[in-house]
């Protein structure tokens, strides 16, 4: 006899209480399911099953049997869902979570590619600058800047980009550039609410040391294209990410503040809630912003 058959006939006896209720549960006879057992309990040389007229319970060697059947059972259960899930079409319903700049800037334009290589997935894009709690808000992936802090959930890096501190030049006229970090505490820092360090910029010197700098009290904005705006205007210096400022550099618009200093390369992320097959939907997505993104260097943007 097929060994998995045996084991779902033990394991739904066990569930269930009894041969009737399991002979109901898996559509077969009470006589099919006592031969099932009675022949993973031949096969095993033990007795699986303590039973009465009244009642059927697992014997000290069946219960441990049945914790280990179950996890075959349930993992031969979800290679098969799995299968079924890469061969099915994407489709369904898919809410993402994303940085408004991020979003506006680089998610928005290639959204349109992606809804006519899938037309049976409708999207629901929230930006925010939040942190979300994917799995209690019902989000099914969201993006990701710099170190991941929740570990339960599942992360693919979409590309990586750099972080500089910059300023107009006319803010470095007025002001003079900075030559070494501690330089800074006698500037202008634009501050960025939603930095999950809190209100200090983590830089390196030259020497490697690493540093802090304090940012709050002159600007402080919760969006990333607000503080590149206002560093144009010659507000203030600002730490942000390349694939805000790459233009506005390129455009000579803004400036580094000190070169000499290592960049900080941070990775961007496709999170996603943990489980261990990935929703077609979702799998569809994420490899088209690889795909989208394979261009995108650190300081290409």
């Known amino acids: 006899m097929d060994r998995l058959t045996e084991m779902e006939a033990f394991a739904t006896v066990v569930d269930q209480g009894g041969f009737t209720d399991a002979a109901k549960k898996m559509g077969i006879s009470k006589s099919a399911v006592s031969k099932h057992v009675s022949s993973l309990e031949a096969r095993l040389g ?8 009244r009642r059927v319970s697992p014997t000290e060697i069946g219960l441990a049997y049945y914790d280990r059947a179950r996890r075959v059972l349930n993992d031969a259960g979800e290679a098969d869902a799995l299968v079924t899930s890469m061969q099915s079409a994407p489709s369904g319903l898919l809410r993402i979570s994303v940085a408004t700049d991020f979003g506006v800037n680089h998610l928005s334009p290639v959204l349109g590619t992606f809804l006519q290589e899938f037309p049976d997935i409708t999207v629901n894009m929230v930006l925010n600058n939040r942190y979300v709690e994917l799995i209690s808000e019902g989000f099914d992936l969201a993006i990701r800047i710099g170190e991941l802090e929740d570990s339960t959930l599942r992360a693919r890096k979409l590309c990586e980009t750099n972080r500089r501190m ?24 634009l501050h960025y609410s939603n930095n999950s360090s809190g209100n200090v ?42 694939f805000l400022y790459a233009d506005a550099m390129e455009d000579g618009l803004v400036q580094e503040a000190i070169p000499e200093l290592p960049v900080e390369t941070q990775g961007i992320f496709a999170v996603y809630p943990p ?24 300081d290409n943007w």
């Open 201 to 242: 910029w983590k830089l390196t010197a030259p020497s490697g040391e690493k540093r802090q700098v304090r940012t709050a009290g002159w600007l402080t904005v919760n969006d990333g294209q607000s503080l590149l705006n206002a560093a144009i205007a010659g507000l203030g210096i600002a730490y942000l990410p390349s």
């Open 275 to 298: 489980g261990r097959f990935t929703q077609p939907k979702v799998r569809a997505f994420i490899d088209f912003l690889v795909q989208s993104f394979a261009e995108k260097g650190p």
């Open 166 to 189: 910059i300023a107009a030049p006319g803010y470095f006229e007025k002001y003079g550039k900075p030559q070494k970090i501690d330089d800074l505490n006698e500037h202008k820092l």
């Open 46 to 53: 033990a007795r699986l099953l303590n039973r009465t007229t």
